[in-house]
């Protein structure tokens, strides 16, 4: 195992440097651009629970277009407590949300206009 990943490191270097910069600099301009796209993306939702002290908020929510998901009603672990704070049972927030190695995880909310 320990030498497959050695190969495939070695073949990667390999097309790396073989790469024109420039389309090393489109690739990173590229990621660059998604990331902003993606971390745009405000979802609507209607809050249904919040548990402070496990810091977690259970959204009724749309589609979560950057993350391809559909509507449903789930619960979220939010990054900070404090965003909590910020929103209470029945309000209409929006809100961002990003996969963090598979763990759904509220960055920020806001009341919806």
């Known amino acids: ?3 497959a990943n050695t190969l495939l490191i070695g073949a990667m270097l390999s097309l790396v440097t073989l790469m024109p910069l ?3 600099a489109q690739a990173a301009g590229d990621a ?8 745009a993306s405000m979802t609507d939702g209607e809050v249904r629970k919040i ?8 959204i009724k929510h749309g589609d979560i277009k950057h993350l391809e ?9 939010a990054k ?7 929103a209470q049972v029945g309000d209409k ?3 961002m949300v990003i ?11 806001e009341p919806a206009k």
């Open 22 to 24: 420039s389309a090393v």
């Open 51 to 58: 548990d402070k002290d496990a810091g977690k908020i259970t």
């Open 32 to 39: 660059g651009k998604a990331a902003t796209t993606t971390a």
């Open 99 to 109: 996969n963090e190695g598979g763990k759904m995880v509220v960055t920020a909310i």
């Open 80 to 86: 900070d407590k404090a965003l909590l704070d910020k």
């Open 69 to 77: 998901m559909p509507g449903m009603t789930m619960v979220f672990t």
């Open 1 to 3: 195992m320990k030498n």
């Open 93 to 95: 927030i929006r809100f």
